[in-house]
């Protein structure tokens, strides 16, 4: 008996943060509901199938889909009736994915369907025609309940959705799955290593966030929502696209604030946030800073480690107004080249805090003069005045 075989994808979304609603499309000849899906062309993987399939009856892109990468799911059965006579009473099997869509999603049928509409998984399961698709409704209810409970358990107050399956932010206006009271408990939210590009929605109605990691994204702003996020005390947005520090003027109770690896050309909105203790801009293109963009009563670690800094007296000017600092990463900048060598080294400085209360300076490939750079820091910052002239390589 000749096999058949298909490949579509269940289409759900979520509206107004309510239950999520999966597509179901009625089908011309028969009349019945089921969701997209089409015979797998010769050479073709079964995902290619379903995207293409998906598109042509219903007029959803693959950029319109945010899938599942783990659900797959597979129905066997005999065909009992087709509008392709050829293929009754063939051995068929239907392959599935599970992937979300905008709740504003429009959809344009093909000539083969009549109707769409969108349901809950409960009315899905409840009015299908044939068993195994029950089973496959239930299934990925199954697999979003589960994923759900696992994130929307407030009670220990984190949420961490860390290199998400379901991409958060990949199409944009993609959605956390929570209701709002259970987003106003949330005192911590990790969604670090996913795809996104535009966290305005999914951050909406996080009002009590103490803590937030947004890094290893594709951001390129930091987000307006951070306007309403007063409570905010350590936020973590490294290794994104973001061009400017801004959306900050709220954050007040800001402790930490960690923009390494992004495309920032200079530091700016941040000079009102008094409370700072820990700032890193390191791996940036920052060829500037002065004092009065920055806060400095609180600075106790500053990394500017592998920027574009030409003007080594501006570093010094900056120390020289932090008391309370502690840790200071400033190599792999452009101006460890323009200080004269008197050492038999070639370091560049970075004062690292010890167990014991001493600094050392680390050392790589750029030649600095080691002694002048400790007599200024020392001069200029009384709180890094323990420095210990041993010179350790650097990793």
């Not at 019945?32 to 993987?45: F, M, Q, R």
């Not at 390494?260 to 390191?282: C, D, Y």
């Given at each position: ?148 409970q696992l994130l929307m358990n407030f009670s220990f107050r984190m949420l961490v959705v860390d290199k998400s399956h379901c991409k958060l932010g990949a199409s944009g206006g993609n959605s956390v799955n929570m209701k709002d009271e259970e987003k106003r408990h949330c005192a911590k939210l990790s969604l ?96 500037d800073i002065n004092s009065e963009s920055l806060p400095t009563d609180e600075i106790v670690f500053l990394g500017l480690y592998g920027n574009l800094i030409l003007d080594f007296q501006k570093i010094v000017s900056v120390v020289g107004n932090m008391k309370k600092l502690s840790k200071l990463f400033i ?65």
């Amino acid at each position: 008996m000749v096999n058949l075989r298909a490949a579509g994808f269940i289409i759900y979304r979520i509206v107004n943060g309510l239950k999520p609603e999966i597509l179901l499309l009625q089908t011309a000849y028969n009349k019945e509901w089921a969701p997209p899906k089409g015979h797998v062309d010769p050479g073709e993987s079964d995902l290619d199938t379903a995207f293409r399939e998906t598109q042509e009856e219903a007029g959803i892109t693959k950029c319109d889909i945010s899938i599942h990468d783990d659900f797959k799911k597979e129905l066997h059965y005999v065909i009992n009736n087709s509008i392709y006579v050829e293929d009754v009473n063939k051995q068929k099997t239907s392959v599935y994915f599970l992937g979300k869509v905008n709740s504003n999603q429009d959809v344009i049928l093909s000539e083969e369907h009549i109707n769409y509409k969108w349901v809950t998984f409960e009315e899905a399961i409840s009015t299908a025609k044939f068993e195994n698709y029950a089973t496959l409704y239930s299934s990925a209810q199954s697999y979003l309940s589960i994923y759900a409970q696992l994130l929307m358990n407030f009670s220990f107050r984190m949420l961490v959705v860390d290199k998400s399956h379901c991409k958060l932010g990949a199409s944009g206006g993609n959605s956390v799955n929570m209701k709002d009271e259970e987003k106003r408990h949330c005192a911590k939210l990790s969604l670090r290593r996913n795809y996104i590009e535009n966290a305005e929605e999914i951050l909406q109605d996080f009002s009590c966030l103490t803590w937030l990691c947004l890094s290893a994204n594709a951001l390129k702003k930091i987000p307006k929502a951070l306007v309403g996020l007063s409570h905010l005390k350590h936020f973590y947005v490294s290794n994104n696209k973001i061009e400017l520090i801004e959306n900050l003027e709220n954050c007040h109770e800001l402790e930490t604030l960690d923009l390494r690896h992004n495309q920032l050309q200079e530091i700016s909105g941040v000079a009102h946030l008094t409370k700072l203790n820990s700032l890193s801009v390191s791996g940036n293109k920052i060829s500037d800073i002065n004092s009065e963009s920055l806060p400095t009563d609180e600075i106790v670690f500053l990394g500017l480690y592998g920027n574009l800094i030409l003007d080594f007296q501006k570093i010094v000017s900056v120390v020289g107004n932090m008391k309370k600092l502690s840790k200071l990463f400033i190599g792999a900048n452009p101006f460890c080249n323009n200080l004269p060598l008197k050492s038999t080294f070639n370091i560049s400085v970075s004062i690292d805090h010890l167990k014991n209360g001493a600094k050392r300076v680390k050392c790589d490939d750029a030649p600095l003069n080691l002694s002048k750079v400790i007599e200024i820091l020392r001069s200029e910052c009384p709180s890094l005045t323990n420095l210990d002239n041993n010179i350790v390589k650097s990793p």
